[in-house]
């Protein structure tokens, strides 16, 4: 029985992962890239889609960070992050902090944020967040920040749905 059909059925089975990405595809997401400083303050930064908001009282955001990930150490020890919601003009930069390794703020317009976290010029908003909670989540863990603070611009986001950036229009 195909995943539809049991669906269809009320019966629960095998996930095809491929088909999986597939229907999650179908949910559009922000883009962002997470930011934060290595033990020794070397900025360190990811694309991520799964940013998503938790709670306004208190200000909790969370997000999730694969296990692999080259820049996983970083992050799990770092008692601080930035997610920097990207512009839809920023597919660029999009592209470039989803790529492993090399020097990702080479050359990008960046200025220091509370703690010194990174904050990427011309995004849509930035969150600077304590590292309040993280969680087991198969093969990623998810991490929640308390909001310390945040400001946005009137700029459009970019957004990502069935394996290609889109656009939106604001009213």
Not at 18 to 34: D, E, N
Not at 141 to 149: F, R
């Amino acid at each position: 029985m195909n995943g539809a059909a049991a669906l269809a059925a009320g019966e629960a089975a095998p996930i095809d992962p491929i088909q999986l990405r597939r229907a999650l595809g179908s949910f559009v997401t922000g883009v962002t890239v997470v930011t934060t400083l290595t033990p020794s303050g070397e900025p360190v930064g990811l694309t991520v889609n799964s940013f998503n908001a938790v709670s306004l009282s208190p200000p909790l955001v969370l997000w999730s960070l694969a296990l692999s990930a080259a820049s996983f150490e970083a992050f799990d020890h770092a008692s601080h992050f930035a997610v920097n919601v990207l512009a839809q003009d920023q597919r660029a930069l999009s592209e470039r902090f989803a790529r492993t390794g090399g020097d990702k703020f080479g050359g990008v317009a960046w200025r220091k944020g509370i703690g010194g976290l990174p904050l990427l010029e011309g995004s849509a908003a930035h969150f600077a967040c304590r590292t309040a909670m993280r969680y087991p989540g198969g093969d990623h863990v998810i991490l929640i920040g308390e909001v310390l603070a945040h400001e946005h611009s009137e700029r459009a986001p970019l957004v990502y749905a069935r394996g290609r950036y889109a656009q939106i229009a604001l009213g």
